[in-house]
């Protein structure tokens, strides 16, 4: 499995980004697909998760802002971000694992990584 984020970059406060991410030789029926991201000097945090039947969850301080999608028939992970502050800058990675009871909400292990996309708000 393969998975690879695109579509970081740097933008004005205020400005919004879309990332993309496509998760190679996985095709699990059942799964989870998520987005954390990771400040310099600061821990990884959940953004938002999305499993096999569209259900999401996002961090509390982000609802509103960030949005989770999916193309199931390309099997590609979105998140459009909307109102970027500078705070938000972040390395921004994708997830994805087997889907297990109750939910994803909340999961933080996951089984395939990307290796992340640099998103930079300037202000």
């Known amino acids: 499995v393969q998975v690879e984020e695109s579509g970081g970059g740097s933008v004005q406060a205020g400005g919004s980004l879309t990332l993309s991410c496509t998760a190679s030789g996985f095709s699990h029926s059942a799964y989870c697909m998520a987005w954390f991201r990771q400040a310099p000097g600061k821990e990884r945090e959940g953004v938002a998760t999305?499993?096999?039947?569209?259900?999401?969850s996002y961090a509390d301080p982000l609802k509103g802002r960030f949005s989770v999608s999916q193309d199931n028939a390309n099997r590609t992970l979105y998140l459009k971000m909307n109102a970027l502050q500078p705070e938000d800058t972040a390395m921004y990675y994708c997830a994805a694992d087997f889907w297990f009871w109750p939910s994803c909400k909340d999961r933080k292990e996951y089984q395939y990584w990307g290796q992340g996309t640099q998103v930079t708000i300037a202000s």
């Open positions: 999305i499993d096999m039947n569209g259900r999401t």
